[in-house]
Every structure is written in structure tokens, then in C-alpha cells.
């Protein structure tokens, strides 16, 4: 409405002398006009905002001000040195004089205005009728008065037709289309200029997670101890490599649905191996190595439904029983960091899926003073060399420890992880020799990361709620580079 309204009136007269005047005439809102007429100006319809061309005219408003001074002036006039109730003082000024002087005399700290008005200071300089003045008389004004004016809309702009003014634009097309092409209307279609030197918006680096980076540092200090990476790609696993092989019974609470995440399709595995299945079966019924067993009826389908990992250690077995199979026995250290689901509640410190740090060394005649002693080695690399541990209960571990640091800031022991010897009913049926043992400990990603960023719900670290912000501005991880910023982890 505003375009046809600018152009008509453009197509019998050579100039709009003042844009707010033409708005006002027309029951067109400046703003829209003003846009309006860029938009023509960066067309080449009209000629308008060109310093060489354009010209400053007051508007009906600034016309007023500059005969009777700004609203602030007039409302700072009408309050009496000795003060004026504001009720008497709305009586004495239009309601629009009143509203913006009110609002531009007490920005200035010209008055006091509560119950009562008061004046603060003696004397004022009304400055924006000055600048009315200059522009009525066509005196220069620097760029930043204009500025002001404007954002009072108390000035409007001059407009005149342009090299490529007509009765009404034609909109330009950015695109050729499908459309136009089975149309045929491509001929009389007019094209949007390119421009091929028009610098795109600058492309931003890709940043690091903090989950990413305080992986990488505890994975560089797994690689200084001699540790090997264990490949933890498959998320799917069966229940086999999940819970039976870790000596875990099929009973166990953990294995209910309210606790994992169960398969619908394929629901079930059907590639597992056969004499390995038969000797984990009779362990859990029978026992053997010295264990009495579960004394229940294993079941073969609960042990091929397939599931999301609950832990890496699933990976750990499968890594074993690799290792069992080879014809000689030779140690080894492995680690993996990756994630892990549990169908549990969401909230400030849980999540469904998150992060899990393994660590096991397999080799002859490990006790547990072996564990103990890697331990202390791995979590001083973190900064953390007060450690205390405490009994605990595994499925497949024996014995099984947690792990306690001491926390300076907290004052307090803090418990950081879990740990344990791998019991022979979960090692012996793999294959792998008697005299073998297995030490094992764990933690989560998220909690040492949480601590060190300062993030105090684990659903601002890693979701959908994840703040990009966050992403973006967060330091380096210093675990392992830094030994008082580590200890903060604990």
C-alpha cells in the first residue's frame, strides 16, 4: 500500500518534499514509508538518503517544538521553583507533551517527578529546539543531531524520482524455477542483479565439546601408562556379552526392562559362540572353578535379546574372550571411554544415555595390592594422590572396591569410582589360563567434566539443552596438564 501510494503520487509530481508530511496525508505509518523508500532507493526507483540529494525537513511535530520548545523544556517550565502537584501539572500541558517531556526531563535529571514535581536544577538549554531551528533555516547539523532528530521522528526525508523510476515496480527474481521455465514467462521475467564480489557471512570453525576434551586428556594418560583402546562402536549388544558372560544372572534386577533398554527389532542375536555359550550356561547352573553357581534353570532366549549397552565392560568381555582364544597367552592393558545407556529417570544428575571410563589390566598372578597400586598411579595423573577405598558388591567382580579421594575444597572423602578383581566364573570358562587375573576399574565422563566446566545439571552438558554458547566459549581441559586445576575434579 505504501509503495503504489509513493509511486503514484511520484508519477505526477517531481518530488515527495518531506516523508512524515506524505505519511500523515495518507494515513501511512512513517516507519513503513521509510522502509518503503529504501527499498525504491536500492532500486534505482527513487532517489533518496543520497547526501548529494537528500535534504532534512521538519516534520508537523518538529515544526511545534521548534516554535514552542521540546516537550522537556515546556513540562521543566511548568513546574514553579517551589514545586507543582502532578495532577495540576498534567492540567497545564497535552498529554502528549506531558508523557515525552516527563520521560526525556527525568533521563536528563531535570526534575523530580513523584507525587509532587520538583525541579533539580535552576536552568536548561533546550537544545533539540536549537537543532529544529538550524534545519527550518537549512543551517548544517552534524550526522549524529540528524540521528537523534530521527529517532524522534521529528525529521522526515525529501524524495525525487530515480534513473529507473516507473508507475509501479516490478519485483525482481532471484531464482530461474522449474515454474517459470514450464510457464514460459522466463522471457519476460526480470532478474535480480548478482553481486559476485559481496562477501558471504564469515564461516565460523567447528568447537569442541567439553565431554570431547577432557576425553581426549584422560585418553592421553591411558596412552602414557602403556593402555591399549578397545573399539567400542557397537552400541547394540546382546545379553550374552552384556550380563551372562560377566557372570551377572538372569535374575538380576539390572536385566528388567525398567532398567535397559530392550530391542524390538532384531530383538534376538543369532550369531553367538556355541562352545563358549554351553560353558557360561553351566557355570551359572552348576558353577565350577570353585563357585557353587546360581543353582537356576539358564534360559538360552534371555541370553540372545539384544539390548543398548549398559557399560563398556560388555566390550571388555568380548575383548577377553579374544584374548583367551589365542594360542599363547600375552598381558595386556585396556581402556575404552565411550557411551552407555540405562533406562533410568531423567534429572539434574542422571541421564538415559551418558559416558563410561574403563580401564583393565590382564596379566599373571595380579592381586588386589596390584589394582591398588594402578590406581594410585592413573588417579594421581588426574591430580588426585589422596585416595581411600571401601568394600563393595560387583556381579562379576571379587573383591570390589570403591574409590574415595580426598576433596580440598569440600573438605571431605568423595567417592570417584568403582573397581574390583574379575571373578574366575566370568575368566575361567573364556579359556584364558587359571593363573590369569584381571583388575578393572570405572567412572563416569560427565561427572569429572560437570565439576571442572562449573555445571551443576548434567542436562546443561550434554541433550538437546545443551547451551551452543557453551560450545563455544569453553577453556582447554588442564586433567593431567595442570595438577591443581585436576585435583577440582574430584
Known sequence: MGEEAILGFLQTSDEIPDSGVFAA??????????????????????????????????TDEGKLYAAAGSPEVQLFLAIPPEGISLIE?????????????????????????????????????DEVQLLLLKIQNGEGVEPKEIALLKS???????????????????????????????????KELEFKEYNFNAKGPPAEGGHLHPLLKVRKQLKMIFLQMGFEEMPTSNYVESSFWNFDALFQPQQHPARDSHDT??????????????DYVER??????????????????WQREEANKNLLRTHTTAVSSRMLYQLAKQEKFVPKKYFSIDRVFRNEAVDRTHLAEFHQIEGLVCDRGLTL???????????????????????????????SMEIF????????????????????????????????????????LERPTMILYGIDNIRDLFGHKVDLWLIKRNPICRIGIDSEISQDIV
Open 405 to 444: 579421594s580426598y576433596h580440598e575444597g569440600l573438605g571431605k572423602w568423595v567417592e570417584i569410582g568403582n573397581s574390583g578383581m574379575f571373578r574366575p566364573e566370568m575368566l575361567l570358562p573364556m579359556g584364558l589360563p587359571e593363573d590369569v587375573r584381571v583388575i578393572a576399574w570405572g567412572l563416569s
Open 280 to 297: 557360561v550356561k553351566s557355570v551359572h547352573e552348576h558353577g565350577g572353578y570353585g563357585s557353587r553357581g546360581y543353582g537356576y534353570v
Open 25 to 58: 496525508d495518507h494515513g501511512l505509518d512513517h516507519k513503513d514509508v521509510v522502509n518503503v523508500i529504501k527499498s525504491l532507493h536500492g532500486f534505482g526507483f527513487v532517489e533518496a538518503q543520497d547526501i548529494k540529494k537528500e535534504s532534512w525537513v521538519l
Open 152 to 186: 524522534r521522528k521529528l525529521i522526515g526525508y525529501s524524495v525525487r524520482k530515480g534513473p529507473k523510476y516507473a508507475p509501479k515496480r516490478k519485483k525482481a527474481a532471484t531464482d530461474l524455477t522449474r515454474e517459470h521455465l514450464q510457464r514460459g514467462d522466463w
Open 369 to 399: 595390592g596390584d589394582l591398588i597400586g594402578v590406581l594410585h598411579d592413573f588417579f594421581s595423573r588426574l591430580g588426585m594422590s589422596k585416595l581411600r577405598f571401601k568394600p563393595a558388591y560387583n556381579p562379576y567382580t571379587e573383591p
Open 89 to 125: 501539572l498534567q492540567k497545564k500541558l497535552d498529554s502528549s507533551v506531558f508523557e515525552i517531556g516527563k520521560s526525556k526531563a527525568m533521563k536528563n535529571k531535570w526534575v523530580e517527578i513523584k507525587q509532587l514535581a520538583f525541579r533539580k536544577v535552576e536552568h536548561v538549554k
Open 261 to 274: 533398554f530392550f530391542l524390538q527389532a532384531p530383538s534376538t542375536t543369532s550369531r553367538l559362540p556355541e
